[in-house]
């Protein structure tokens, strides 16, 4: 694969740009009144694009998260399908959290590739491939690669880009599809969830969506939702709801920290602390959470 270079923000926000004009001949990108419609809960900044950007504070909160603790508020907030599993993991036990940035590929068709290739060498954007996404991420994002499970020449990076994607966001990736070179990857630390490995670099593929909604696995995946990687899976929480997943995390922390005290004290039994009625038990665990966690933002 040839040498990236880093795009400056303001070249980066040239080239996706560059990249809305061509929605209907070739290469779709959300428009930036798309990008805002389809993510209107949210109710924190945005990047020129309009892709939502939580802010950098709470991405550290929800590094200390593990899924289960915010699975629940965003499902019951009706958000059913954001949890993908079945990964394989580089450096597991290291949290993955950022802001999703999507990309999407297809397998080639001959026709439709040529016509979006032809639109963006008349546009000056070059090659269409996966450096073209690459070389538009930033700090604290998150790459999402739907390569529809493809292993067999659908290794999105070997250990170059990789570096170069660690080093410009300072999170990891998600490929649902391949990574080679792990050997020279797993070193550096950075985490990332892939389906498989091969020896081919990519091939045979056509990049068909920037930053647009993608299936990865059972989740639909939105541009700016919050990543959270851990030794469950990926769970991908829109921006609206990452202050409530937060909020319900650490009542969940705290009222845990609570029932394992007690069940230090080997004075109770499983079921008079998990799933606690007894009206006193269940007045000092309230108190405990109350005073054990901060208090929720309004």
């Not at 892709?51 to 709470?58: A, H, M, S």
């Not at 091939?203 to 541009?223: C, D, E, F, H």
């Not at 990543?227 to 705290?254: N, Y």
Request: glycine share 10%; charged share 25%.
């Amino acid at each position: 694969m040839s040498h990236t270079r880093k795009l400056t923000p303001l070249a980066a926000a040239l080239l996706l740009t560059i990249l809305l004009t061509i929605c209907a001949h070739g290469q779709f990108v959300l428009t930036k009144e798309q990008m805002i419609a389809y993510t209107a809960p949210n109710p924190y900044e945005r990047f020129p694009d309009g892709r939502p950007k939580v802010p950098d504070e709470l991405l550290a909160k929800v590094k200390g998260l593990i899924t289960e603790e915010v699975y629940g508020a965003v499902r019951g907030k009706g958000f059913p399908n954001q949890f993908a599993g079945d990964w394989k993991m580089l450096n597991p036990g290291k949290r993955l959290v950022g802001r999703a940035f999507t990309a999407q590929f297809m397998p080639t068709r001959p026709d439709v590739a040529e016509a979006m290739q032809a639109e963006a060498t008349k546009r000056g954007i070059g090659r269409l491939r996966n450096q073209t996404v690459i070389d538009m991420l930033g700090p604290n994002d998150v790459i999402i690669v739907d390569l529809f499970g493809k292993t067999d020449g659908g290794t999105f990076v070997g250990d170059k880009l990789a570096y170069y994607i660690w080093k410009t966001t300072g999170t990891g990736m998600v490929v649902d599809g391949g990574m080679f070179w792990l050997g020279k990857i797993i070193p550096t630390g950075m985490p990332a969830y892939y389906r498989g490995t091969g020896p081919d670099a990519l091939s045979n593929v056509m990049l068909t969506g920037i930053n647009i909604p993608i299936r990865i696995g059972n989740a639909t995946v939105m541009p700016g939702d919050v990543v959270l990687g851990d030794e469950e899976g990926l769970f991908f929480i829109p921006p609206h709801l990452v202050q409530p997943a937060i909020d319900a995390a650490e009542s969940t922390q705290a009222r845990d920290e609570w029932i394992k005290q007690k069940m230090d004290l080997r004075q109770y039994k499983s079921s008079e602390l998990y799933g606690v009625r007894d009206p006193a038990l269940l007045k000092d665990m309230e108190e405990y959470v109350k005073a054990h966690r901060p208090p929720q933002k309004k």
